[in-house]
């Protein structure tokens, strides 16, 4: 597949000429964040952009030209040369089919149940009662999996994976990509896989594609852009994925935020942000232009190497020894399933604890027991002080900051909320609490949706703090967020120094965050102790299927 | 399991709708004995040939289960006005206002579902225009309005269709019931094609749609099996609601078109106070509506694997 000179436009320019190629055999990643349009490109090359979005230039399959045909010239080619596969496993199957009826009506040919079981083994599943379970009996990871095969029945020369592992936790998203690598590989299919995770990219793909604002900005082999990005976005985005393999001292990301396409068409889309850009950067657009062969870069410049932040000396903060919170023994379970099988743990004043572990591991059920949304069955919850009330104590930071905070009210309304919920005694004020998370003071007349999704977890942030909180939970407070913002949200969270108990899948935010950590498999503790020793010599058989199936840094 | 929890919950319904109705005997105004004298003349003896035929110096209860045992084995007394059994008056005038209420729901499903679809599928466009205001206007002219204007233009000034009746071969029948099936199903239809519409925009926006196109599924199936079969729960509720309330509600469009059917007799039942036959109406009503939901939760058990599988495991 070639897709040339691809712009998509609804209301604004969207993506602002694309040029991509995919030859069968080859892995090509398309990395970009939110917003970049690496979805959209993946939507026009099926034929399925949303409604209101068209698209020009050119996406052609084996020399056919396909922008702009018709549904049924699409509907020939889709399945069976062109295949998509999309984020969420919750959504992408109907709820109404079974898993063995999904596979058998995207066969083409022979569509008997011996069929469709060898294309469900293909995917790694084996058990046949699979095929007559229903996508609500069915893990995320099995869903998934469902999923691919279903997209891989009519045998397509190209598969289009868009964020295929991202809904998932750490351990499923590693089975997940080492299966399409591995189809791909005994197929000898192409891949395009669509990805804002860099380092999910470098791990799987023979070439890396960098979007950014509606346009690709470097192109290249993984290794090579690993060792020597040649644009200095891909730097910025490469600095600031977080490693498991040792706490940095500062954790960087790039400033401001992303543009839309049409903002920034006629100059060079990053300009804005960069610390290299001259006044010739804002002047004209920066072609892609070849470096070496196969190497690309849309930067006028050469490269700065990236500055390392040398590890300093382990700045711990200071832990005293008595504690904020106290869990023992917290059992809580919902009819047959067993969310949390008798937990304890303890945080210490100043400390950050983190909880890590895989979906149903009973992270969340623990956090809702400590702030007093669930009721637990049994086991006890100490807090710092038995008098004030619990809201007063501890505060919680969830994990979408687009749905957690109230649309309508301003974020100085819901900053002075939530601060009249604290003593009366000298209550702050949302300039104050603005100004601790690092937001324009005059933030406050606006409105969520007026924020971006940094913005809004820093308010979210300031809400949880403004009562003063002896502990602050952390629920994957960036989770939703994208590599470069997530830096800036990290680094704001060791500053303020609260003690944390920070619940995340990913073991390389939990690398920088917390002091020690507590591993949780169904509901059970299955190991704690320093965050350093824990990531470095894990013992449990769990924690280390954790920790090796994290991406290799880049 | 929960199937029978829902039987269960429908016959206590029932029950409870029992008591009420022949409370309502009980409370009359004038003592039951007047309500059941009608009209004719009140001296001691007639009021205590009353007495102790309706067995009204008994306690409360025991009335109350003689009633009902008469009632299950399909006894409702006899009529105050028409000295006939209750059961006859009903038997009469059901077959007009059941295929009044079937022709109707007919209509609301063959017209609402596909223009609800292509209102959506066709969304913010002329044709979905067209097909919001259209439903607008029909959900906001009352049935009696509708039905005299229908009359007029149909039936008086163009002559297609019979001013009056129910006719008596089923063709007749069918073409006797036309327009008042129109007037009943026109603002129906207009809540189902809302539905229909709502429930099909937020299916076009679904992951599992966009994926069985990107896999080159055909047409039929994409919209049969994955949008109609999706769209149907929500649209099944207020169908079956709809239907309920068909065979009880039609009153207005029966006065219109001066069809004697169930709508007609419930009203001069209440007018000349013949309680046994509001009595009979009233818990026939409650127990077609209780069917009806009974009947929707069971095929929501059919339709949704989801439902089905809760059920299996409760």
């Known amino acids: ?554 | 399991m929960a199937v029978v929890k829902r039987l269960c919950a429908a016959v206590l319904l029932l029950g409870i709708l029992s008591v009420l109705t022949y409370g309502l005997l009980a409370a009359a105004p004038g003592g039951p004995e007047q309500v059941l004298l009608g009209g004719r003349p009140s001296t001691p003896e007639t009021r205590a040939a009353i007495r102790a035929q309706y067995h009204l110096d008994d306690p409360f209860p025991v009335r109350y289960a003689r009633w009902l045992g008469d009632a299950l084995r399909g006894d409702f007394g006899t009529s105050i006005s028409s000295r006939e059994p209750v059961t006859t008056v009903i038997a009469d005038r059901l077959p007009v206002t059941a295929g009044l209420a079937g022709y109707a729901l007919v209509l609301t499903v063959v017209v609402g579902v596909p223009a609800g679809l292509a209102a959506a599928m066709r969304r913010g466009g002329r044709l979905d225009q067209g097909i919001t205001l259209a439903s607008l206007v029909a959900l906001s002219i009352p049935s009696f309005a509708l039905s005299i204007l229908l009359l007029y233009g149909f039936a008086v000034a163009l002559g297609w269709f019979p001013v009056f009746g129910a006719g008596d071969t089923p063709m007749d029948r069918l073409v006797h019931l036309t327009l008042p099936a129109i007037a009943l199903a026109a603002a129906q239809a207009a809540i189902v094609v809302r539905q229909m519409r709502a429930a099909a925009l937020d299916l076009a926006a679904q992951d599992f749609l966009t994926f069985a196109r990107a896999r080159g599924l055909p047409r039929w199936r994409v919209w049969v099996s994955y949008a109609l079969r999706n769209a149907a729960l929500p649209v099944l509720t207020v169908g079956g609601l709809l239907l309920a309330a068909n065979l009880t509600g039609s009153v207005f469009v029966e006065q219109a078109f001066g069809l004697h059917g169930l709508g007609a007799l419930l009203i001069s039942a209440v007018g000349e106070k013949d309680i046994p036959v509001v009595q009979a109406l009233v818990l026939f009503g409650g127990a077609i509506v209780i069917l009806v939901n009974l009947l929707i939760d069971l095929a929501y058990v059919a339709v949704d694997p989801r439902v089905r599988h809760k059920a299996a495991t409760a």
């Open chain 1, 1 to 554: 597949m070639r897709i040339s000179e691809l712009r998509i436009s609804g209301s604004g320019l969207i993506v602002d000429g694309v040029d991509l190629e995919v030859s069968s055999g080859e892995t090509v990643g398309l990395v970009g964040e939110s917003g970049s349009g690496k979805s959209l490109t993946a939507r026009a090359a099926t034929g399925l952009l949303p409604k209101g979005l068209r698209a020009t230039g050119s996406v052609t399959l084996d020399g056919r030209e396909l922008l702009g045909a018709r549904e049924r010239v699409w509907r020939s080619v889709r399945g069976t040369r062109v295949s998509l596969l999309m984020q969420d496993p919750f959504a992408m199957l109907n709820p109404l089919r079974t898993a063995g009826a999904h596979v058998a009506e995207s066969l083409r040919g022979r569509r008997d149940r011996a069929e469709v079981l060898r294309r469900l083994a293909e995917v790694g599943i084996d058990d046949p009662d699979v095929a007559g379970r229903h996508p609500f009996q069915l893990s995320g990871g099995m869903r998934q999996r469902v999923a691919l095969a279903a997209a891989l029945a009519a045998d397509p020369g190209l598969l289009i994976a868009d964020e295929p592992t991202t809904a998932l936790d750490a351990t499923t998203q590693h089975e997940i990509l080492m299966l399409i690598r591995g189809l791909q590989r005994a197929r000898g299919m192409g891949v395009l896989l669509i990805t804002h995770d860099l380092r999910v990219a470098f791990e799987l793909c023979d070439r890396v594609a960098v979007m950014y604002a509606g346009r690709i900005v470097e192109q290249g082999p993984p290794a090579e852009m690993a060792k020597a990005p040649a644009h200095p976005y891909t730097a910025g985005l490469l600095a600031a994925v977080p490693t498991v393999e040792r706490r940095l001292p500062r954790l960087i990301g790039i400033r401001g935020s992303v543009p839309s396409a049409a903002q920034v068409s006629a100059t060079c889309a990053f300009a804005a942000r960069c610390d290299q850009a001259t006044s010739e950067c804002a002047h004209a657009r920066p072609p892609l232009r070849e470096l070496r062969p196969e190497r690309l870069t849309a930067c006028l410049h050469e490269v700065r190497p990236r500055t390392r932040v040398e590890e300093g000396g382990q700045e711990r903060r200071q832990v005293t020894g008595d504690e904020v919170l106290r869990v023992t023994g917290l059992r809580r379970t919902y009819g047959s399933h067993v969310a949390l099988g008798g937990v304890s743990l303890h945080v210490n004043r100043g400390e950050s604890v983190g909880v890590v572990g895989g979906s149903g591991s009973g992270k969340t059920t623990l956090a809702r027991c400590v702030l007093g949304l669930v009721r637990p069955d049994s086991g006890t919850i100490e807090l710092a002080d038995p008098v004030r009330p619990r809201h007063q104590l501890v505060q919680c930071v969830f994990q979408d900051p687009s749905t957690s905070l109230n649309p309508a009210l301003t974020v100085g309304a819901t900053l002075t909320e939530a601060a009249a919920q604290g003593p009366a005694k000298d209550r702050l004020t949302p300039a104050e609490l603005l100004e601790l998370v690092g937001l324009p003071v005059a933030y406050a007349r606006r409105r969520p949706a007026g924020l971006s999704g940094g913005e809004r977890q820093r308010v979210a942030i300031a809400r949880a703090l403004s009562v003063r909180p002896a502990l602050l939970i952390c629920d994957e407070p960036v989770a939703s967020l994208d590599v470069s913002v997530q830096a800036h949200v990290l680094e704001l969270l060791r500053e303020v120094g609260t003690s944390m108990l920070f619940i995340t899948h990913d073991l390389a935010v939990v690398r920088q965050m917390a002091d020690r950590l507590v591993v949780l498999a169904r509901g059970e503790v299955v190991e704690s102790g320093d965050t350093a020793e824990v990531l470095d010599a894990p013992a449990h058989a769990y924690t280390r299927r954790l920790v090796a199936s994290v991406p290799a840094a880049p």
